[in-house]
């Protein structure tokens, strides 16, 4: 039976899309035959790469150690096949929190396409946990997180600042006063993103550095749904000025300045496992390459 490239590309597909089906679609297999090379490379290895839970397949810890080797050489094949071209081509498979997939990675993206027309982003958007998933689970090449992570198989190096901002509605309370106090945080009720974002584990660093106690009114996983919240007169909000730049312009919002240290840095994630392919790399050195567009 032997380890064949093919049935290594079919592990990895498979690891990254979820199902076998999908990943036999991938490589142009029928479901019998992906099926049977899988089983065969299971075999040649000695150990399991998936549990076979009803028809979902989930990786095993032996699979997750595998897999960046897997991908290393997937990505050295590849850079064979682009070793004759002058182009730069293929699939970027980036994964990023909501912030910066909203307000600075398509320009970012449009950018480096016009540089290297051939190149094909594949984005995906989630919260800081899910970036961290992707990259540990080998679905994305390149992660943007906005939140404090440490993971053993991941590299995370800083990128660019931003700021988080206290906001309100035009009609709240506070809207009138340009300075608001830690009492006058405790006072009210907040409308404030979800556990496991990075914008809330900044958030509640700063209120615990500081030992107070918020009321929270309502966690949502959506910017936009916490800003109309905020304008309905549901709660303070706290989001990154990137987000909300457009609605204190036109007077949608107000912000509030508080004694919250919610300064925080984006970072750029990639396993530290896996070989960069060119693509990977060229697209890393582009964006430690790009000056900060956000707040200092």
């Given at each position: 039976m032997?380890?064949s490239?093919?049935k290594?590309q079919?592990?990895?597909a498979?690891?990254r ?8 679609s991938?490589?142009?297999?029928s479901?019998s035959?992906a099926?049977q ?5 299971e ?5 399991p ?11 095993t ?8 080797k897997?991908?290393?050489?997937s ?6 096949k682009l070793?004759?071209?002058n182009?730069?081509?293929g699939?970027?498979?980036?994964v ?8 600075l990675?398509p ?6 396409v016009?540089?290297?027309?051939d190149?094909?982003p ?5 919260n800081t946990?899910?970036?961290i998933?992707?990259?540990?689970k080998?679905?994305?090449s ?9 993971h053993?198989?991941l590299?995370?190096?800083p990128?660019?600042v ?12 506070l809207?009138?006063?340009?300075t608001i106090n830690?009492e ?8 404030l993103r ?13 209120i ?11 966690e949502?996983t959506r910017?936009?749904?916490i ?5 309905a007169?549901?709660g ?15 007077g949608?919002l107000i912000a ?9 840095r ?14 990977t790399q060229?697209?890393i050195?582009y964006l430690l390459?790009e ?6």
């Amino acid at each position: 039976m032997g380890i064949s490239i093919k049935k290594l590309q079919l592990f990895e597909a498979t690891a990254r899309l979820g199902k076998l089906t999908k990943a036999a679609s991938e490589l142009s297999l029928s479901q019998s035959a992906a099926s049977q090379a899988l089983k065969e490379l299971e075999e040649s290895l000695g150990y399991p790469l998936f549990e076979r839970i009803g028809r979902d397949l989930l990786i095993t810890e032996n699979g997750l150690k595998s897999l960046p080797k897997v991908r290393q050489i997937s990505d050295l094949l590849d850079s064979l096949k682009l070793a004759n071209l002058n182009t730069m081509s293929g699939v970027l498979r980036v994964v990023a929190s909501a912030t910066i997939a909203t307000y600075l990675l398509p320009q970012l993206i449009a950018k480096f396409v016009k540089i290297y027309p051939d190149v094909v982003p594949e984005i995906h958007i989630g919260n800081t946990q899910m970036v961290i998933d992707y990259l540990d689970k080998g679905k994305a090449s390149i992660g943007l997180i906005e939140g404090p992570a440490v993971h053993r198989h991941l590299q995370i190096t800083p990128w660019q600042v931003d700021q988080l901002q206290v906001f309100c509605s035009p009609e709240h309370s506070l809207a009138k006063k340009a300075t608001i106090n830690l009492e006058q945080l405790q006072q009210h009720s907040w409308v404030l993103r979800e556990h496991g974002s990075g914008t809330r584990a900044i958030f509640d660093a700063a209120i615990e550095q500081m030992g107070a106690q918020i009321s929270l009114g309502i966690e949502l996983t959506r910017q936009s749904a916490i800003k109309e919240s905020v304008k309905a007169g549901l709660g303070l909000g706290c989001l990154s000025q990137l987000s909300i730049a457009e609605e204190l312009n036109n007077g949608g919002l107000i912000a509030l300045h508080s004694p919250l240290n919610l300064s925080r840095r984006f970072a750029l994630v990639t396993n530290k496992n896996s070989y960069h392919n060119m693509l990977t790399q060229t697209f890393i050195d582009y964006l430690l390459a790009e000056p900060s567009t956000t707040s200092n």
